[in-house]
């Protein structure tokens, strides 16, 4: 089993910042890709961004330029810092793990989600 502990969102007026953290604990694996997803209400949930071990990263088109993505290796750890924030960034923002145990299967995991609200 993998926890995630999520934490950094808010209320933050449009055009401010914002930064999360989420953290990876229990039956970690080296080999994996961390994320944050985000749901809105009455949306689907979507990408809004994923790096994986290597560094590799991947950016939904309406975050990119104003999103960050960022991971400590050591630490299981990944960052979003959120820039030139909008109102329709307003979501609940949730980490996702996705990985293998140790028999080479795939898993995934999520965390909690936390809210970010954006004011105009």
């Known amino acids: 089993q993998v926890q995630l502990e999520e934490s950094g969102g808010g209320l933050v007026q449009a055009g401010g910042s914002l930064r999360l953290s989420c953290a990876a604990s229990?039956?970690?694996?080296?080999?994996?890709?961390m994320g944050w997803y985000r749901q809105a209400p009455g949306k689907q949930r979507e990408l809004v961004a994923a790096?994986?071990?290597?560094?590799?990263?991947n950016y939904a088109d309406s975050v990119r330029g104003r999103f960050t993505i960022s991971r400590d290796n050591a630490k299981n750890t990944i960052y979003l810092q959120m820039n030139s924030l909008k109102p329709e960034d307003t979501a609940v923002y949730y980490c996702?793990?996705?990985?293998?145990?140790?028999?080479?299967?795939?898993?995934?995991?999520w965390g909690q989600g936390t809210q970010v609200t954006v004011s105009s």
């Open positions: 790096i994986n071990n290597a560094g590799v990263t």
């Open positions: 229990g039956s970690t694996f080296s080999i994996n890709s």
């Open positions: 996702n793990y996705d990985s293998y145990d140790s028999g080479w299967r795939r898993v995934n995991y």
